[in-house]
């Protein structure tokens, strides 16, 4: 009987470090480091909760250079009301994206 308790045991051990694996990953494409993230969640009975909590540091660094290219093309092209501008001069002195830093 006491076979049975030691391989479950086995079982539910070596399913928690694959879900402390797995949460590794998810840590590290948030921009964190993967093995002390895999370390957390296996010691910590929370350590999941704390992963789903955490900020994702890429999604900011792309909010912020997205938020960067924008202010560039609204500097840039000096924004004015279309319903202000006439016929003639629709097309002229426009600005593409081609003029945008490549990112």
């Not at 501008?85 to 081609?98: A, L, N, P, V």
Request: glycine content about 6%; charged content about 25%.
């Amino acid at each position: 009987m006491a076979f049975f308790y030691f391989f479950g045991a086995l079982i539910c051990l070596i399913l928690v470090i694959i879900v402390c694996h797995v949460a590794g990953g998810v840590a590290e494409d948030k921009g964190y480091d993967r093995d002390t993230w895999f370390w957390i969640c296996l010691f910590l009975p929370f350590g999941l909760w704390l992963l789903i909590a955490l900020p994702d540091r890429k999604l900011q660094e792309e909010q912020k250079r997205t938020n960067e290219l924008l202010q560039m093309l609204l500097e840039k092209n000096d924004y004015v009301d279309s319903s202000q501008i006439t016929s003639e001069q629709k097309g002229t002195d426009r600005h593409t994206f081609d003029d945008l830093p490549n990112i």
